[in-house]
């Protein structure tokens, strides 16, 4: 189970709600039944947010590599490994679930490498729910769910529900539901990206979210995410896009020509040194069409023409059919297992594409034959949504009322049309959701930034995070229900709260 960092999805239903966190290794995902704010120690060694992140993972039965990242030099995991024999022993109450499950931490990396963007996210979980036999609905279209039915829904291709119901299920009875997040900080491009630097082409990006921007210089950097197509005979479409190798680089200063940067610290200002270099106006010149008379009107004067041009050959499209595009500024680094032993999973968004990942891998676990659902009763639901980096308030992130209108319209399907009074108020009262986000695991090198008896620590269980002042949704009945749940599962739990820095500073949790 995960966690995830968007405030409550609304504040107008009373549905039971926790928020829980990881600071420890992968667990084997418990069954879905719950949501609201948590975390899995992703922070440790390298940066929070943003480059990159790790997060330990157990050793499992199985460990394969896909194909499409063989090329890096994976080590096999071994559980009969005296190194596995000795993590079992030095923490039973984590290795416990380890053995008979099937290894879900190459799932987890090839998660990780498809998401390059919310859209991305979306995508991918789309097509493991297809190919589990989702089905997926439309908004608006009518609806026909049916116990027993399994179904998922998209909106702005990065927010996306899905849902199992129960053959036992009657109208009135309670969703189960993890709720994470797609997206991640990042530099994001601007409506007018094209600008040029004393010979150089560089691109006008602004920062989306919170992130750790000094951590974005000097890397491998390409863009990907949504462009609108608008063909001849005046169709339009949507497609994703991901330039997998580096286009892009964000140069940091030479210490000869800032000698202080060691003492002062480094300071950029984000409007003019975090600008990506694209290419030198030389090359450009020489390798792009001079004709502007190609490019489709808004970009003449928007976007640098060798900009657009990439973009149409990954789309395989001429570049006047690009009608518009939303692109995320992404490091091609790919995420890898990582550490002396293999035991830390080295990647950027970590948060909350872990979450999101396990979330799915919850539902699809528990409901992937139709025996699953024949005694149940609920509804069991994972809720991914986009922006909560900014603080969940567009019409897909979790501030919006996508959830809820969709358990209405459930309640109502499954009501036969004729609902009692109250079916879906009761459902509600009967619901309970976990948030599922990451959690800052206690850092060696900055032990002095948590409390003594509040430190989220790898290999120690699942982190329930709590806040006096409300900033979580967390409460004595939430917390206790979610810790008897994770010990019937021989699961460890740990608590965290709003002490991640000591006096009186504030917690760096962004809502």
């Known amino acids: 189970m995960l966690l995830l960092r968007a405030r409550p999805p609304t504040s107008t239903h009373p549905m039971q709600r926790l928020d829980i966190g990881k600071a420890t290794p992968y667990l084997y995902p418990l069954v879905p039944s719950h949501h609201r704010t948590s975390s899995f120690s992703n922070n440790l060694i390298t940066r929070p947010r943003y480059s990159r992140s790790f997060c330990p993972v157990i050793y499992q039965t199985k460990c394969t590599r896909s194909s499409s990242i063989t090329e890096r030099p994976w080590t096999r995991l071994n559980h009969r490994s005296s190194f596995h024999a000795k993590a079992q022993a030095q923490y039973p109450e984590v290795t416990a679930n380890v053995e008979g499950s099937v290894s879900i931490v190459d799932g987890l990396v090839d998660f990780l490498n498809e998401s390059w963007t919310q859209f991305h996210a979306t995508a991918e979980a789309k097509r493991l729910l297809l190919e589990a036999g989702f089905i997926q609905l439309r908004e608006q279209d009518e ?119 060691n003492t002062d610290g480094f300071k950029p200002n984000l409007e003019t040194h975090f600008m990506p270099v694209l290419a030198s106006q030389i090359k450009a010149d020489l390798c792009c069409a001079s004709d502007e008379n190609i490019l489709p009107p808004y970009a003449r004067k928007s976007h640098h023409p060798l900009l657009l041009q990439v973009l149409a050959d990954e789309l395989g499209c001429d570049i006047e059919e690009i009608a518009d595009f939303e692109l995320n500024v992404c490091d091609t680094q790919p995420s890898c297992l990582g550490g002396a032993r293999n035991e830390f999973i080295y990647s950027g968004r970590l948060d909350n594409l872990a979450s999101s990942f396990c979330a799915l891998r919850a539902l699809l676990d528990t409901c992937s034959h139709s025996a699953d659902l024949s005694n149940a009763s609920c509804i069991r639901m ?53 948030s599922a986000d990451m959690a800052h695991g206690v850092h060696p090198n900055y032990s002095e930034k948590y409390e003594d008896h509040h430190q989220p620590k790898l290999q120690k269980g699942i982190v329930v995070k709590h806040n006096a002042n409300q900033r979580y949704a967390t409460n004595t009945v939430t917390s206790f229900l979610f810790k008897e749940v994770a010990n019937i599962n021989h699961l460890p739990t740990q608590c965290a709260g709003n002490v991640w820095r000591r006096r009186r500073q504030h917690c760096i949790q962004a809502f």
Request: glycine share 8%; with cysteine.
């Open 382 to 434: 994972v809720s991914l949504f986009d922006n909560e980096e900014v603080g969940s308030n567009s019409a897909q992130g979790a501030g919006a009322p996508t959830m809820f209108q969709a358990m209405k319209r459930i309640t109502k399907c499954l009501s036969h049309r004729f609902p009692e009074e109250g079916v879906f108020e009761r459902a509600i009262q009967k619901s309970f959701l976990v």
């Open 143 to 261: 609806w026909d769910v049916q116990p027993g039915g399994r179904y998922f829904f998209t909106r702005n291709m990065s927010c996306i529900i899905a849902f199992a119901v129960g053959e036992k299920y009657v109208a009135g009875k309670g969703f189960h539901v993890i709720a994470a997040h797609t997206d991640s900080p990042c530099p994001k491009l601007k409506p007018v990206s094209a600008t040029s630097k004393l010979g150089f082409l560089t691109v006008n990006v602004q920062p989306y979210g919170a992130g750790l921007w000094h951590t974005w210089f000097d890397r491998d950097l390409s863009v990907a995410g949504r462009v609108i197509l608008k063909t001849s005979d005046g169709s339009l479409s949507h497609k994703l896009v991901k330039v997998k190798r580096p286009i892009l680089r964000i140069p940091t200063l030479a210490i000869h020509l800032d000698r202080s940067v």
